[in-house]
């Protein structure tokens, strides 16, 4: 029994260890690239409150738009992590090849829309002083959808096939070219016009196009990927693939767009508020995310380990896999939540120093240390169910956590009961723990056999 025991820890710690080490270069690209915003939030703060706010609105609109077609594009990873492991190694090329095209295709709508949003703007009743500098903010970004898409594509291939330190690699180069961009535009150096917040969206695009180029070359150059053939010579997209992929990421874009709408329809709803609301808003919201990167890095990382148990018909290995990362995820977020609750003081001056905004944002990081361990399972959960390819049930699960659940408590607290930003956090707070305990029951269901 003791030689048992043992084994199990080994294989525990075996496990632990290969999961982080695909799991943390990828918890590293999710912290630079969502860094980006952090950077034009804090510059943009230093314009004044009304360019924090219209980042907020902006970044608000973009999101789930952005997470749909992203989520469409990450069905690749679980499709090629089980290609590999039932060493179907012929069509993995071609899954490269066709989610290149797939990302494409999703660029075209999403820019026209991120273009024409002012109405939406309009309908919320957003402040009307925010507006222009919003709809600025998206046009600039819009020029990024093509490049961006183009790389989350080839990123999340080369994922599927556990090769993750590229990424990151290419992530701080996008990080430190946007410091100096976001400088330039937003302040009028170098011959350029002073452009303000917008200014952050055309650095965004010029980051994004930089990011494609060098996974692109990465892609092509790596010599091991020569026997997938993947850029061998031209081809068109192919039904057969795209539809593998539709159908598998479909549901995963849709999933992640409901969770993303959620935060977003709650920004937008506290955007009817006070300016210095919606800064404290964006400031809480804005640091939750950047601690949200961890257990997202690591979900990933999920789906491509328990994918590969998967692909050589492994249940009990792929089983023994998720909870080894959905039990990482939690503890990490344990962690985050003890950082927010005990120093939002320290946090909310990274971002402003005005006191009456501060007021807001500590509340409102009270609020986040409470969702961090809800949110991590849930992330979790749901890569682990993506490793088998199960995407469909969970896009229901977020629809009633999200949607049936925490938007009518967030309006009901919020507005009904007058609570102000404080009851739409705690609206975010019900939905995210739903979601977190609806997916892993479904994970332990799917295993258990």
């Not at 196009?209 to 993947?230: C, G």
Request: hydrophobic fraction near 50%; include cysteine.
């Amino acid at each position: 029994m003791k030689n048992i025991d043992t084994t199990y820890r080994e294989q525990i710690v075996k496990e632990s260890g290969l999961l982080m080490k695909i799991g943390t270069p990828v918890i590293i690209t999710q912290l630079l690239q969502i860094s980006m915003n952090f950077v034009d939030t804090i510059m943009a703060g230093r314009l004044s409150p009304e360019d924090l706010a219209a980042i907020a609105v902006g970044t608000s609109v973009l999101m789930p738009l952005f997470v749909l077609c992203m989520g469409c594009l990450m069905a690749v990873t679980p499709i090629v992590a089980q290609n590999v492991g039932s060493r179907n190694l012929g069509v993995i090329g071609k899954n490269g090849r066709q989610v290149l095209w797939l990302s494409q295709i999703l660029a075209v709508p999403a820019f026209f829309i991120l273009r024409n949003l002012d109405i939406i703007f309009e309908l919320l009743q957003v402040t009307e002083e925010i507006i222009p500098i919003a709809s600025g903010y998206l046009n600039g970004i819009s020029w990024g959808i093509f490049p961006i898409f183009a790389y989350a594509a080839l990123r999340h291939f080369n994922e599927g096939l556990s090769v993750t330190r590229p990424a990151m690699y290419i992530a701080i180069i996008g990080t430190l070219v946007n410091i100096p961009a976001n400088y330039v535009l937003m302040f009028g150096k170098l011959g350029f016009p002073e452009l303000g917040a917008i200014g952050t969206g055309y650095s965004s695009s010029f980051v994004y196009a930089i990011m494609f180029i060098a996974m692109l070359w990465f892609t092509v150059s790596h010599e091991p990927y020569k026997r997938f053939d993947i850029f061998g010579k031209f081809r068109w997209p192919e039904k057969k693939y795209l539809t593998e992929l539709l159908q598998i990421g479909t549901p995963i874009g849709i999933s992640s767009a409901m969770e993303v709408s959620m935060f977003a329809t709650v920004s937008l709803l506290i955007s009817t508020l006070s300016t210095l609301e919606i800064a404290a808003h964006q400031i809480a919201i804005n640091f939750a995310s950047i601690c949200f990167m961890i257990p997202m890095g690591l979900s990933i990382a999920i789906s491509a380990r328990v994918g590969n148990s998967m692909g050589r018909k492994k249940l009990h290995e792929a089983r023994f896999r998720g909870y080894i990362g959905v039990g990482i995820s939690t503890l990490f977020m344990i962690c985050t939540a003890t950082i927010l609750f005990l120093f939002p003081q320290g946090i909310t001056s990274i971002y402003t120093s005005d006191p009456d905004v501060t007021a807001i944002a500590v509340q409102l990081l009270y609020m986040a240390a409470i969702f961090q361990i809800s949110d991590g399972l849930q992330v979790s959960g749901y890569g682990a169910l993506r490793g088998l390819k199960d995407t469909k049930v969970p896009m229901v699960v977020n629809l009633i956590a999200y949607w049936m659940i925490g938007i009518p408590t967030a309006y009901l607290l919020g507005f009904t009961y007058n609570f102000g930003a404080p009851g739409f956090w705690i609206g975010l707070i019900v939905g995210l723990t739903a979601a977190g305990i609806l997916h892993n029951a479904r994970f332990f269901i799917k295993t258990r056999q």
